[in-house]
């Protein structure tokens, strides 16, 4: 069987064997399209819908650096968007902080339970890092329903935008759209750059065969925490980011379906590619829009995608891309 | 009479439903750890098939047929399921990371807690316990309505015969032959295949049977599973999947342990089993019953 799960990765290893000498210019390339795009896109369609998408897609890119390069899977990746959003809501409401400082305060406060829960979780491997993931978010959840600082079902409401810097209004939506553009931009950036560094290099060869990095001197478990508590970190920057955008931070955002959610965007844009999770993420939140009028069929919906995906189409769709392009993207 | 400042009644009365939803624990967990020693898969779809169950008693007994048919039929009926989603769709994975498995059965699970929804809803139907099993005892220190007592008991004999037939018999030395070293067993002329196949529709069944056995306690809901996987999740990780009478025996334990909890501290009887998996992890991360590898 082990013979076969190296079969299976050679795909993936062949991406990491072409991309480093040559073959960063269709990565810029692809770049500056979707930069583009998203600068762009306030013109045709809603600030508030395309300002969903770059969170998602902050978020999924996050929760993939861990997944697609780290081959660890997470399934509790809410209880960083959860933690981060009444971070920063409570920050901007009821302390009255600038919106920066708010999203500094919230995506610290990721950062914390990244590090506390990766301790505990990367003590266990494979499937028992998935569930005990999904286990801590489910009492991070728990805590959040009972906390009083959260309101419970309510949620914490008209959460003020505030003035960037004290300067910029931010209650002009393309003040904010370009805030939120700035953030996903940058922390898009800063995981490429992750990926692509003697770290990220150091990840694909834990992911690839953990024994073999271990023997050739690597302390694979702390290699693993920084990845967790970096994934864990920019997840909860857009989920900070994500709370100032709807004023509003709820349970919704800790719930497990979350959780499953940003798997299945990363799943269908393409695990452990670049530009797939955006992909996804934009995929899943315009069919959330437009099929919003069918309710529960969603959650339907969604499970059929990822029955789908994983029998089917376990490249994703820029998997698919870059393999029929024979560039990974 | 008070024990550590409480009433006797209050304390025996979690105990007991301490134990009751251990029962529940313990049987999903043997049915999650069976499944995993021979797949290599977790099933998600675990907490969705027991609310299966729950719902196949539930529409006999619109037919008129009663509680201890239902408990019989509802397994095979489930676990039947379960084995054509074991052939068509999990036998595809077998060759991959077994992440994918976890992910397929998340997506099955979504599908069908869904459709259910959307046909029944999310408030419960109501199952009656059946009449052989009303009343209750009382046993001098608290009220024991049958149904309860009998809940208990009858997971503990499905929980031991399941030990029993995978440790002492032969078709269970099979089976542990084939968590081993599937290959070498497929050698001496046994169909492993179609023992795979068997080995998910019998814990699929299993959690189908504590589905029946929860119909007239809780309602009969198509949420009913969602929120209960992720504890036996957490229940699995405390344990260790490598012994069966340690899932039993941790279910069990951590039922009680949540009983307990609503007692003493009732604001931490949701979290209380995350916290003690948290504290495992910390002190003996392979579990209690789980072998470091």
Known sequence: MAAEIQHQRAGSSAIQEASPPRGFAHHRIAFVVMAALFALAPLVLYPVFMMKVMCFALFACAFNLLLGFG??????????????????????????????????????????????????????????????????????????????????????????????????????????????????????????????????????????????????????????????????????????????????????????????????????????????????????????????????????????????????????????????????? | ???????????????????????????????????????????????????????????????????????????????????????????????????????LTFGLALVIQGLFRQQFGSSGQPYPIPTALSGGQNLGFMFLPTYRGWVIAASLVVCLATWYVIERTKLGSYLRAATENPPLVQAFGINVPRMVTLTYGFGVALAAFAGVMAAPIYQVNPLMGENLIIVVFAVVVIGGMGSILGSILTGFGLGVVEGLTKVFYPEASNTVIFIVMAIVLLLKPAGLFGAQK
């Open chain 1, 71 to 329: 081959g660890l899977l997470s399934f509790g990746h809410a209880m960083f968007l959860g933690t981060a959003g009444y971070a920063s809501a409570h920050a901007a409401k009821v302390w009255g902080l600038t919106p920066e400082l708010a999203i500094v305060f919230a995506t610290g406060c990721a950062a914390l339970l990244a590090f506390a829960t990766g301790l505990l979780a990367i003590r266990r491997q494979g499937i028992y890092f998935a569930m005990i993931t999904l286990a801590l978010a489910q009492l991070v959840f728990f805590f959040y329903l009972q906390a009083p600082f959260t309101h419970g079902e309510d949620g914490i409401q008209a959460v003020p935008r505030g003035r960037l810097f004290g300067l910029v209004d931010l209650s002009e939506p393309i003040a904010m759209y370009f805030l939120v553009y700035a953030i996903f931009i940058g922390g898009f950036l800063l995981i490429y750059r992750t990926v692509h560094s003697p770290f990220g290099q150091v990840l694909k060869a834990i992911r690839e065969n953990e024994s073999r990095a271990i023997s050739l001197g690597y302390d694979t478990d702390r290699f693993k925490l920084l990845a967790y508590v970096l994934s864990g970190t920019i997840a909860g920057l857009a989920g900070g980011t994500k709370a100032l955008v709807f004023q509003l931070a709820t349970l919704t955002d800790a719930h497990w379906s979350i959780s499953g959610e940003v798997v299945l965007m990363t799943l269908l844009g393409g695990m452990g590619t670049i530009f797939g999770p955006v992909v996804g993420a934009a995929i899943i939140v315009t069919m959330q829009n437009q099929l919003a009028q069918l309710g529960g069929w969603v959650t339907v919906v969604q499970g059929v995608i990822f029955v789908v995906c994983v029998l089917a189409f376990r490249r994703g769709v820029v998997g698919e891309i870059g393999h029929w392009l024979k560039k990974p993207l």
């Open chain 2, 1 to 103: 009479m008070d024990i550590l400042g409480l009433p006797v009644q209050a304390l025996f009365g979690q105990l007991l439903i301490g134990l009751i939803n251990g029962s529940f624990y313990a049987l999903l967990s043997l049915g999650l750890a069976v499944i995993f020693g021979l797949l290599n898969i977790i099933n998600f779809t675990h907490g969705a098939q027991y609310m299966m169950g729950a719902f196949v008693a539930w529409f006999l007994l619109q037919y008129g047929v009663g509680y201890w048919w239902a408990l019989l039929v509802a397994p095979l009926v489930v676990g039947a399921t379960g084995i054509v989603i074991e052939r068509l769709m999990i036998a595809r994975l077998y060759k991959l990371d077994h992440l994918y498995g976890l992910l």
